[in-house]
């Protein structure tokens, strides 16, 4: 997975407000599906007691095997597992996401994190790996800080 903490030193406690961002204007974003932040590099992607409550009842299977067979314990927190080579462990190469209703605000959230969107520089390489990054739906600055305050990344 490719999902990382890009920039783990900016943080919302030095984060400037809305107005002053330099994307006040908005970001624009809309998803392709080509299944870049679900693929490729190792990553983590963080998920919650309420997230993996959600994952097991929308799978339709008991939570503690949903957390043993699709989940480990790294750093503080518990992530998903991925697949040889890398992919998610929820991700099809032919469907994409098979938990997309209930996928973890990790992945809601992308590509607006704090570490993604701080600078131009920072949001230029998330578009050299995200296509959706870059065009599509104008998101507007608040609902982009929306995002950013629903997990630290
Ligand atoms: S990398 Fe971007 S465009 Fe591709 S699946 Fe992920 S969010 Fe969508």
């Not at 995200?130 to 104008?138: R, V």
Request: charged share 20%; aromatic share 10%; with cysteine.
């Amino acid at each position: 997975m490719t999902f990382t903490t890009a920039n783990p030193k900016i943080t919302r406690m030095n984060a400037p407000p809305d107005a002053d961002r330099w994307y006040r204007a908005g970001l624009q974003f809309r998803c392709t599906q080509c299944g870049n932040c679900c693929t490729g590099a190792p990553g983590f992607v963080w998920v919650s007691e309420a997230e993996l409550h959600a994952i097991a009842k929308f799978l339709g299977e008991p939570l503690e095997e949903v957390r043993a067979m699709h989940t480990y314990v790294a750093r503080n927190g518990r992530t998903l597992r991925e697949k040889a080579g890398g992919d998610c462990v929820f991700f099809d190469r032919s469907d994409g996401c098979t938990i997309y209703p209930v996928r973890p605000t990790q992945c809601r959230t992308w590509p607006f994190w704090e570490s993604n969107v701080s600078t131009p520089n920072h949001w230029q390489e998330t578009r050299d790996i995200c296509p959706g990054a870059g065009q599509g739906d104008l998101i507007s600055v608040e609902e982009i800080t929306n995002r950013m305050n629903a997990i630290r990344m």
